[in-house]
């Protein structure tokens, strides 16, 4: 075995949430969380080791990785372990759930490995499998409270995510039909001008991803299903799963040849603009915190998309928000998981003075809603100035006005209702409650990520995010 | 026009005629035979179109569609059927009849104009070229229109109708790996959809107060 070998840590990342989801349908409750975690932790090795290696191969007709798989690999197999490891405590809070702790942690295993795959492959069609395979692995896993609420919303996530999806399958077909091939490198190697069933597949790719990517008006399944899901899942949902649908889009908008005519990348920019601005302002009228993250979530997604559209140092912005955000948004959703076990309610007016009763999980969530929200020195706020930046340079001074109207009212938005929350005074006079300072060790750690980021100064990733930039066809 | 453009044409002729149907049915159980004998054509189109290219994917193809599609998910739909009488029949769409009927055969004609003037130009020149697209576009209606969850389900399997019938129309071999892969998949959103839909039934309408927090 060669260490340096690619295809070892491919195999690595991808055998590894097999076993996560295996295993444990052979084991006790205990047994069932180890072999998850184990699982988890090896998989994530495989990805560092990856990303380490700048690896760009491909294997065959179907498997090939380059500096973007290997970017999104990374987060997602980080926010996988990240969340097992904190399923623990959330797992021991809920009673009678709707599927035992091993089919628990055989799904997560299921799901994880959907997006790995999705990630893995330089197919469209089996990409296009492997986001339709996330659906399936995690739709039970919404269902894990057995209330009907989350039945219902569930049911939303599988009927419009498969419905949208199957518009981006039909633009797979017409891109087919028109290239004879499917392998996404091979077509960004030899890239197409805009003919109409190129502009056609592109468009309904855009429609069909982004359903899943939940943006709008497509976005309706999002907040349900971010909102009704355990808080472990809900980081996986918002984190990764969000960004491994939009890296999907990615690939087919990569076949077309730069420059992008602007009928094109001008309907991805209205597009992401329109899904930031609905997610601003629909998230001001929430009264659930998970909601409130959800929009949030809704609304990150549409300001990276904009920077897509924009292409260059805007792009290379986009991914500095899609990785920052995963780990932000973890922490933050970690977080609520703390805060229900305490409070019982995920109603934002019944929550008050978090900063007495649970200090350490207080200061976590203000913490990680300033993360969210692009506050400096967080990850966050360098992906949007540089989005920003990027619609500056191109003279679209109206669209970078409308980013900034959406930056802010979200900010001010999240902001408000976290921090009425934590300092809020009605419960002034409660008593200090006993919190399990570990359950917060995680979101610390993925707050640390999201800071590090900010500060362009962690080793491996923030090369590692330049280098898909420019790859996809960004600049710095 | 050749043997092989009028059999496709007829067979196109009855897929879309199917569509029509389901959209203006409200029994369950007649919905689950009309998507049975929906995706039974389009296992005779595939059949066709292997034999007259002497295909074997083809042919593999067609079979896939003939075992999961025409014969066992509807009979789990029908299963769900029995096992929960009372949910027969989407009163709600019974009372709309007239009204799906002709908003039907309206996205029909609005989705075969689109088809027509943006991509038929561009691709080859088959019979019923647009048919697929006409297809997905209902799938997608039964789907925003309709409340019953299986219903849902019969909807979601008439856009997935419409991707295979274009994956044979457009490109005649869709790789037939991804074509396999893409009917487990299939099948397993089914499967997840009636789990789903058992767990709702458990549960009975819900109460306006237990989904309120899907509000806000």
């Known amino acids: 075995m060669n260490p340096s070998d690619p295809l070892l840590w491919l195999t690595v990342v991808l055998v590894a949430p097999i ?69 623990r405590a959330y797992l021991a809070a809920i009673h009678a759930p709707f599927l035992t702790s091993q089919r628990y942690y055989a799904l997560l295993g299921a799901f994880a490995f959907a997006m790995l795959l999705t990630l893995s492959v330089s197919d469209l069609g089996l990409m296009w499998i492997g986001v339709e395979g996330t659906t399936i692995a995690s739709a039970l896993l919404i269902v894990l409270e057995r209330r009907p609420a989350s039945v219902e919303a569930a049911w939303r996530y ?12 039909f633009a797979l077909i017409l891109l087919y039909g028109t290239t004879g091939t499917l392998n996404a490198f091979e077509l960004a190697a030899h890239p197409l001008p805009l003919t109409a069933p190129i502009a056609f597949a592109v468009s309904l790719a855009l429609i069909g991803y982004g359903t899943k990517v939940g943006l709008f008006p497509m976005h309706t399944w999002l907040p349900d299903a971010h909102s009704e899901a355990p808080s472990p899942i809900s980081a996986l949902f918002s984190g990764v799963l969000l960004p491994t649908a939009l890296y999907a889009f990615l690939r087919v908008y990569d076949v077309v040849a730069a420059p992008v005519p602007a009928t094109l990348y001008g309907l991805v920019v209205v597009v992401g603009l329109a899904t930031a601005v609905v997610a601003a302002f629909l998230l001001q009228r929430q009264r659930s915190y998970k909601r409130l993250f959800a929009y949030s979530s809704m609304e990150i997604m549409g300001l990276a998309v ?19 955000h995963a780990f932000a948004k973890s922490a933050a959703f970690y977080t609520s998981g703390n805060v229900l076990r305490h409070t019982g309610t995920t109603r934002m007016e019944e929550v008050r003075g978090l900063r007495t ?8 969530w203000a913490a990680s809603a300033a993360a969210v929200t692009g506050a400096p020195p967080f990850g966050t706020f360098l992906g949007e100035v540089l989005i920003l930046t990027g619609a500056f340079a191109l003279g679209q001074y109206a669209v970078a006005a409308a ?10 938005g999240v902001n408000w209702q976290i921090g009425r929350m934590v300092f809020g005074s009605e419960d002034r006079e409660a008593a200090r409650e006993a919190e399990p300072i570990r359950d917060l060790g995680i979101p610390w750690l993925c707050l640390g990520v999201t800071v590090a980021i900010g500060v362009a100064s962690l080793p491996y990733l923030a090369p590692a995010i330049r280098a898909a930039a420019m790859s996809l066809g960004g600049s710095l | 026009m050749d043997t092989t453009g009028t059999v496709e044409g007829l067979l196109g002729l009855g897929i879309l005629l199917s569509a029509l149907y389901l959209q203006s049915e409200s029994f369950i159980d007649p919905l689950a035979s009309g998507i049975a004998v929906q995706s039974l054509l389009v296992a005779g189109l595939i059949g066709w179109l292997a034999y007259a290219n002497g295909s074997l994917e083809l042919a593999v193809v067609a079979l896939l569609v003939l075992g999961v599609r025409a014969i066992l998910i509807p009979i789990l739909l029908r299963r769900q059927i029995r096992a929960f009488r009372w949910r027969a029949r989407e009163l709600r769409a019974a009372q709309r009849v007239t009204g799906h009927a002709l908003a039907a055969v309206a996205i029909a004609i609005v989705a075969w104009f689109i088809f027509q003037e943006t991509l038929a130009p561009f691709l080859p020149p088959i019979p019923g070229v647009a048919l697929p697209f006409v297809l997905l576009a209902e799938g997608l209606l039964m789907l925003a229109t309709r409340t019953n969850t299986l219903v849902q389900v019969i909807g979601y399997l008439e856009e997935e109708n419409a991707i295979v019938y274009a994956g044979v129309l457009f490109v005649v071999a869709f790789p037939l790996l991804i074509e396999t892969v893409v009917f487990l998949d299939v099948l397993g959103v089914v499967l997840v959809s009636i789990i789903l839909s058992i767990q709702r039934n458990v549960f009975g309408a819900p109460e306006e107060e237990a989904l309120e927090e899907l509000t806000g």
């Open chain 1, 403 to 412: 980013l900034v109207v959406v930056i802010v009212i979200s900010f001010i």
């Open chain 1, 19 to 87: 076993a996560g989801a295996l295993l444990p349908l052979g084991f006790g409750v205990v047994g069932a969380r180890r072999a998850a975690r184990a699982a988890s932790v090896v998989a994530w090795v495989g990805a560092a080791a990856l990303l380490v290696l700048g690896a760009n191969a491909q294997w065959g007709a179907y498997f090939g990785i380059d500096s973007v798989s290997d970017l999104f690999l990374f987060v997602v197999a980080s926010i996988y372990a990240l969340s097992t490891w904190h399923s």
């Open chain 1, 357 to 364: 009763r649970l200090p350490w999980t207080g200061a976590t």
């Open chain 1, 158 to 169: 599988t009927l419009i995510a498969s419905a949208g999806l199957s518009i981006a399958l």
């Open chain 1, 306 to 324: 904009v920077g897509v559209g924009l292409g260059g140092i805007a792009l290379y912005g986009a991914l500095v928000l899609v990785v920052a």
